[in-house]
């Protein structure tokens, strides 16, 4: 009876980190500057340009 009422401790606990890295992932890593680089919304611009239009670069250190 202990056993199971540990695997099901353990089975919701492992779909709360499911959904936590889902979100994570969904919201976050596909919604950031390299996400949409990696996912090719900005082929035209490479990243130097990305990074200067979000003013992460200095002018000085452009190439």
Known sequence: MEGIFI??????GFYILYIV???????GINNSIVGKLLEGENR?????EILAKYGKIDDSQKN
Request: avoid cysteine; charged fraction near 10%.
């Open 7 to 12: 695997l099901i401790i353990l089975f919701i």
């Open 21 to 27: 890295i889902h979100s994570a992932v969904t919201k």
């Open 44 to 48: 035209s611009a490479d990243i130097n």
